[in-house]
C-alpha cells in the first residue's frame, strides 16, 4: 500500500476518517458523473444514492457509504496492482486529488461499491 510519509504515523482511524472525507467530496459530482450505471436519486448529507443499471436489465442498485469505502478499496487495490489505468492518474497525489477523478473513475468506484470489481468500460 502507498502511503503518504505523514500518514504512517495516523493509526487506521484516522486514515479511514481521511478517506471518508475524500469520498465524499468525490461523490459531490454525482448525478453528472455517472456513466455505466445511471445516478437516479442522491442524498448528499446521508451519502446515499440510487442507480439503474440499464446495461443489465434496469437493475436498480442503493450505495450507501460502508459500500462506497468498500468500492474505494477495491478500487485502490486495482489501481495499485495496475490492473485498473485512469487518464489524469498517475501517482498517488493524483489519486487524493478529487480533481483528477474525472467521471469514468467515478463510475469505476460505483462499480467497485456494487461488484467489488469493474465490469463495464
Known sequence: ???YPDEKKKTSGE???????FIKEVVQNLPEY???MRCT??????????????????KKYTVNLPMLIKG????KELWINQKAFFDGIN???DWRDAGC???WVVDALIQCSVFNDIIYG
Open 34 to 36: 455517472s456513466v455505466s
Open 15 to 21: 486514515k479511514n476518517n481521511t478517506d471518508i472525507v
Open 1 to 3: 500500500m502507498v502511503t
Open 41 to 58: 436519486g442522491w442524498n448528499y448529507d446521508e451519502c446515499i444514492f440510487n442507480f439503474v443499471d440499464d446495461e443489465d436489465g434496469g
Open 91 to 93: 501517482t498517488e497525489m
Open 101 to 103: 477523478w474525472d467521471c
Open 72 to 75: 474505494y478499496k477495491k478500487l
